[in-house]
Each structure stands twice: as C-alpha cells, then as structure tokens.
C-alpha cells in the first residue's frame, strides 16, 4: 500500500482536489439555484435532483471547458515560446532542442 501511494501520489492528490472542486461547485451551485428559486416565488429542489440537473451539468462544463483551456494553452504555448524569467519557459538562448534542464 505504501509504495501504491508513493508511485502514485501525484494523481491522487489531483484526483482529491478534483473531488472537492466538484463537491464545492455541487453545493454553491444548489444552494444559488434554490435562492434564484426562492427569489422567483419557485419551488426549492433536493441536492440529488440539482445533481441531474441540467443547471449543474452545464456549470460544472462551463468551469472545467475556461480550466482545461487555460491550462492546455499554456503547456503548449511553452513548447514554442520562451520567457526571460519564467521558470516554465526553456531558457532564452538554448536552441529548441533543449529540455529545459541545465547543466
């Protein structure tokens, strides 16, 4: 089990913050959509219903589309382009060949 957790720490630690950003978004989004309810003189709904909903599916794409493009852009805009400074950014003079690593 330990060497389980060593090997794959990485994705499990993304893995867990993917599961809180959902439960985060699951519930702000429930309590907003009941208060936008209320607000309209509506019925309020259960969070498993809100879970089905299509007011939820389409929160959850909306925030994971503007993530995955933010950071897909910039892995691989930094294949290309460099950046004086940036410790993403291959350095300056190295030819494009190089990793990134010096020494």
């Known amino acids: 089990m330990r060497r389980f957790l060593r090997e794959n720490g990485l994705s499990l630690v993304f893995f867990?913050?993917?599961?809180?950003?959902?439960?985060?978004?699951?519930?702000a989004g429930w309590h907003d959509f009941n208060d936008q309810a209320i607000a309209h003189h509506e019925t309020t709904i259960s969070l498993g219903r809100y879970l089905t909903s299509s007011s939820f599916g389409n929160a959850?794409?909306?925030n994971w589309q503007s993530e995955f493009l933010a950071v897909g852009s910039m892995a691989a805009l930094s294949?290309?382009?460099?950046?004086?400074g940036s410790p993403e950014s291959k350095p300056v003079g190295a030819p494009h060949d190089a990793t990134g690593v010096e020494g």
């Not at 867990?16 to 519930?27: E, N």
């Not at 294949?79 to 004086?84: A, G, K, S, V």
């Open 60 to 62: 959850l794409l909306e």
């Open 79 to 84: 294949i290309y382009l460099r950046q004086r």
């Open 16 to 27: 867990g913050f993917f599961v809180l950003a959902v439960t985060g978004q699951a519930f």
